[in-house]
């Protein structure tokens, strides 16, 4: 051991040890600690690492409400797991292969997670006297034999990364801080995967903090010796590589895909993009992603609180640029005005909700998809707006865009829903050829001849005039318009006529949808709809279901406003409906009252996401 530190503490690269190193075809790791250990920039770099290697793979990190919870506590867990796998990964996995606890509470809060048998590598030098007592443990249980159904490596990381960082000038607090970076070289070693490029990706990292930087290059190097020449690894583990399409891949986040998704919708209409917004979690990132793309014509701006997000948004809709807002459920609610306002204007407007558990604060950091009827019905009076819903980080993108494609098609806003776990989770994303994207139309009108306000196309949207255009001055506002002057107007009659039209239009928006993807037979026994980030986990259980023999057909839903038109005939087809969702049933009933077809309900609502094996349970249970 003294050896390995040694080697560490000179800058001397470590060389891999002769052993065996048995191929798997997936892996389930999670990194849990303290808010402090790093765990999310762990389970991201070595995301990246895997990444590089060729893997499929797909991530859940998982981190406290609390701001900086006390260091030790149940409460202030923070954790990241990883799939990573030879062949198309749909979910992070239900059960960890390996835990890495970087202190006895990270241990016991995760502990019933790992599969019996699985590999425990626990950071030996926190569990103390007063941890143990924090976490509610009597005794070690890396000592008291509880842990006997497990695979256990006891390593001091802490005592490890303070001996090979010992000569470098860095204080014990600065010190303590890079033990992630060992924790890391430790799966970096066990999995097989090389150095050199992660001691590039910490420099550039750390580039205006070249001191920190090493440091965190040699606990990176002390961690991967160690890993490579204890005897504790007898054996290391390898990951084939998986065959998919190729292409450019990186890896990427939803809510950096949906940065990504609004600014292509910039660029393929040639209209600049506007974001008003209030940070909120899990929906802040999309905020931090388009400041740092504002080169591509795109205007960021931090609002003072969530209405005055989303009326910025409204009048740079107003003045001829894409105008978006950002948000979670509580900003939802607060913004529920202004959108009757943009429905009222008929004026294009995108809405990101990237959900999470609620009602009030809730649990701002877990997820939860219960905001759809708040999507669809949350506003005073008629006022029908289109929802869609991504399914995963990389289908952000393309949801990004739909989303622009539609606001300016029918002059309508549109919402679309994300979550915690689509938004801060990452996964492969080949990055598609520009010529293959769809190119948004967009028409300002100009001409002053026959101009009337409200007058409405082929799909009932009214014409996009910029303010300033000679002749084609109008009024715009919160009440009543006239149908065709838009001046304003308290006739019934006419109210009538518009509350007609608006709903109609948003309605019509399902003409256009292709038939609704169905995988599995055509009819059968079963057919699981699901919407949102429920995708991976349906995928992989109606897969395991099919492959046993069982007749289950699966539909995943992005429009749920209007509802696809032939989704109905599709329900009719199968003996059962079985609807997963986080919430308490809410596309259940949406189901239930526009096609009055029964459904079985599945709903979970811990700030957690499905596992594949209650869905598949409940599959067998219903065929």
Known sequence: MSTIAEAAEAGAKPVAASRPVEELDSVVIR???????????TGNEFSRAIAKAGNDFATHPDYPSEIRAPTGTLFGVSGYQIQFASRHVFTSGDAPDVLVAMNPAALKTNLSDVKRGGMLIANSGAFNEANLAKAGYKSSPLDDGSLDGYRVYKIDISELTARALKESGLSKKEIGRCKNYYALGLMLSLYSRPLEKEEDDIRNKFAKKPEIAEA???A????YAYADAAELFVTGYKVRTAEITPGTYRSLTGNHATALGFVTASERSGVPLFLGSYPITPAT??????????HFNVTTFQAEDEIAGVCSAIGAAYGGALGMTTTSGPGMALKTEALGLAVMLELPLVVVNVQRGGPSTGL???????????????RNGECPIPVIASRSPADCFDCAIEAFRLAVKYMTPVILLSDGGIG??????????????????VKFRTETEGFQAYARDENLARAWVRPGTPGLEHRVGGLEKDFLTGNI???PMNHQRMVDVRAAKVAGIAREMPPQEVSGPSEGDLLVIGWGSTYGSIVQARQQAVTEGRSVAHVHLRHLNPLPPDLGDIMKRYKKVLVPEMNLG???????????????????????????SEIYDRILELC
């Open 285 to 294: 990132d999309i905020l931090h992603e388009l400041s740092a793309l504002k």
């Open 216 to 218: 965190n290059v040699l």
């Open 220 to 223: 990176l190097r002390a961690g």
């Open 489 to 491: 107007s308290h006739d």
């Open 364 to 378: 701002p950091t877990k997820i939860e998809q219960a905001d759809l009827l708040q999507a669809v019905y949350g």
């Open 586 to 612: 809410q596309l259940s009933r949406l189901l239930r009252e526009r096609y009055l077809i029964d459904v079985v309900q599945l709903n979970k609502v811990q700030g957690k996401p499905f596992k594949v």
């Open 424 to 441: 801060n989770a990452a996964e492969p994303w080949r990055i598609p050829d520009p010529a293959s994207l769809p190119k948004l139309e």
């Open 31 to 41: 990194f849990v600690g303290d808010s402090g250990d790093g765990m999310q920039l």
